[in-house]
C-alpha cells in the first residue's frame, strides 16, 4: 500500500493501480473511488499514518495517550468523576507519583486535562474534549 495525494493535496491511499488509473480509499471516510494516475503523486508518508490520518485529531492524541488499559481507565475516571485532587488520585489507583504525573503530563499535552483547584488542592479536570472522547469511545 502506498500514500498518495490527487492534484488538490488531498491524501489517499493507493489500494490497486492499473494502466490508466487507481483505485484510492480516503482515509477520511473509507470510500474508495478510481482516480487517473495523471492526478496522483506519491507523498512519500507511511501508508499507516496516512490511514490515522483519517482519524478525528482528538481521538489520535486520546488513542496515543493511552498507551493502556489503566492509562485508558484513568482518562475514563476522569471523565466519570470529574475535577480530582492530585492527593485524591494518589489515594484511588494504584499508580506511583511520579508515573502519576508522567500521565497527567501526557494528558495535558494531549489537551485532555487541565489543571484546577480541587477542595484548596493541586487537581486537575477533564477538559470538554476528553468528556467528548470518552462518550464516542463508548458508543
Given at each position: ?101 508522567g500521565l497527567l503530563a501526557e ?33
Amino acid at each position: 500500500m502506498q500514500s498518495v495525494r490527487d492534484e488538490d493535496g488531498t491524501p489517499y491511499l493507493l489500494v490497486k493501480r492499473s494502466s490508466e488509473s487507481s483505485l484510492v480509499r480516503d482515509p477520511a471516510t473509507g470510500e474508495e473511488r478510481y482516480v487517473p494516475n495523471d492526478d496522483l503523486r506519491s507523498d512519500g508518508e507511511s501508508p499507516l499514518s496516512a490511514a490515522a490520518d483519517g482519524l478525528p485529531p482528538e481521538l489520535r492524541r486520546a488513542v496515543l495517550a493511552c498507551r493502556d488499559e489503566r492509562v485508558l481507565g484513568l482518562l475514563v475516571e476522569f471523565a466519570d468523576r470529574g475535577a480530582l485532587s492530585v492527593r485524591t488520585l494518589l489515594d484511588s489507583y494504584d499508580l506511583c507519583e511520579s508515573d502519576l504525573h508522567g500521565l497527567l503530563a501526557e494528558f495535558r499535552a494531549a489537551g485532555l486535562l487541565a489543571e484546577t483547584t480541587v477542595a484548596g488542592e493541586r487537581g486537575y479536570e477533564p477538559t470538554d474534549e476528553a468528556l467528548d472522547v470518552v462518550e464516542r469511545f463508548r458508543d
